[in-house]
T-cell receptor, first 114, second 120 residues
Framework: DAKTTQPNSMESNEEEPVHLPCNHS???????IHWYRQLPSQGPEYVIH???SNVNNRMASLAIAEDRKSSTLILHRATLRDAAVYYC???????????????FGKGITLSVRP | DTGVSQDPRHKITKRGQNVTFRCDPI?????LYWYRQTLGQGPEFLTY????????KSRLLSDRFSAERPKGSFSTLEIQRTEQGDSAMYLC??????????????????FGPGTRLTVL
């Protein structure tokens, strides 16, 4: 499986934008970039995913570098409820069983200061 | 609540005992996954089902672990002769997947709250 690299932790201030980086230099052409987050004492939850173009949804934006070797999850206005571990995950685009599972790393722990 | 549910939420057992966990996925979801998470680590994949068929098992799933999804709805994960190293959070997730072409993106997985197992 292609690997991702994320900083261990990041701090932000409430109501300010947060940019969470992820490096995936060995990404293949058909790998999708997925982000999940895990709030304290909860299971992970889906945030966003993309292939080549930048993506927006109600939770966040995903900015993908032109060479696809890195991406950035953007939370436009951090709230205290956004404090969580954020996981950047590559999922193979070839629709096979091997790509069905999620392969999590350690993720990045986001702390939000009031 | 129509999300993924897991039962029990917490289980404390003594080494050598057998334990069984249950997962109820979102009703229309055909795929069900089990993951294990230890403190400070991300979840690790254990196994998954497409309807009632178990399609993949991780090498982490030793012979003491068995999972079933008999009617393609709820699933159970049993651990026999528990060891202290089995202490972890056991997470269940579900998704709906249709067959697709090579460039089809997988749908999101919805996770339950997990069952925290402590083996004394």
């Amino acid at each position: 499986d292609a690997k991702t690299t994320q900083p261990n932790s990041m701090e932000s201030n409430e109501e300010e934008p947060v940019h969470l980086p992820c490096n995936h230099s060995t990404i293949s052409g058909t790998d999708y970039i997925h982000w999940y987050r895990q709030l304290p004492s909860q299971g992970p939850e889906y945030v966003i995913h993309g292939l080549t173009s930048n993506v927006n949804n109600r939770m966040a934006s995903l900015a993908i570098a032109e060479d696809r070797k890195s991406s950035t999850l953007i939370l436009h206005r951090a709230t205290l409820r956004d404090a969580a571990v954020y996981y950047c995950i590559l999922r193979g685009g070839t629709y096979t069983g091997a790509n069905s599972k999620l392969t999590f790393g350690k993720g990045i722990t986001l702390s939000v200061r009031p | 609540d129509t999300g993924v549910s897991q039962d029990p939420r917490h289980k404390i057992t003594k080494r050598g005992q057998n334990v069984t966990f249950r997962c109820d996925p979102i009703s229309e979801h055909n795929r069900l996954y089990w993951y294990r998470q230890t403190l400070g680590q991300g979840p690790e994949f254990l196994t998954y089902f497409q309807n009632e068929a178990q399609l993949e098992k991780s090498r982490l799933l030793s012979d003491r672990f068995s999972a079933e999804r008999p009617k393609g709805s709820f699933s159970t994960l049993e651990i026999q002769r528990t060891e202290q190293g089995d202490s972890a959070m056991y997470l269940c997730a579900s998704s709906f997947e249709e067959a697709g072409g090579p460039s089809r993106s997988y749908n999101e997985q919805f996770f339950g709250p997990g069952t925290r197992l402590t083996v004394l």
